[in-house]
């Protein structure tokens, strides 16, 4: 069972930016065997893909940040980053860590951090 945490959210300027983390529960031998996700919920609309980094560094990023964000991670603090630059009004979400596997592993969630865009 993994647990996920994160931070960083907050409120900020349209053009600003933020820097979420999510530190993961477990061992770090553990850790990066994961591939690491951001996901975000915006109220009425679907869950979105923002951002996946596997344990070896493959980045994919969703088309409505590429460009403006940037995934990382620390194996050895177990922790998943989401640098946010030129934020949007649009970016608007609860932004969640996801933590899988393998393809057919069950996938874990964090709590969630919210962040708000706005002037």
């Known amino acids: 069972q993994v647990q996920l945490v994160e931070s960083g959210g907050g409120l900020v300027q349209p053009g600003g930016s933020l820097r979420l983390s999510c530190v993961a529960s477990?061992?770090?031998?553990?850790?990066?065997?994961?591939?690491m996700r951001w996901y975000r919920q915006a109220p009425g609309k679907q869950r979105e893909l923002v951002a996946s980094i596997t344990g070896t560094g493959t980045i994919i990023y969703g088309d409505s940040v590429k460009g403006r964000f940037t995934i990382s991670r620390d194996n050895p603090k177990k922790t998943v980053y989401l640098q946010m630059n030129s934020l949007k009004s649009e970016d608007t979400a609860v932004y969640y860590c996801?933590?899988?596997?393998?393809?057919?592993?069950?996938?874990?969630w964090g709590q969630g951090t919210q962040v708000t865009v706005s002037s």
């Open positions: 477990g061992t770090a031998t553990a850790f990066i065997l994961n591939t």
């Open positions: 996801n933590a899988q596997r393998g393809i057919a592993s069950s996938a874990w």
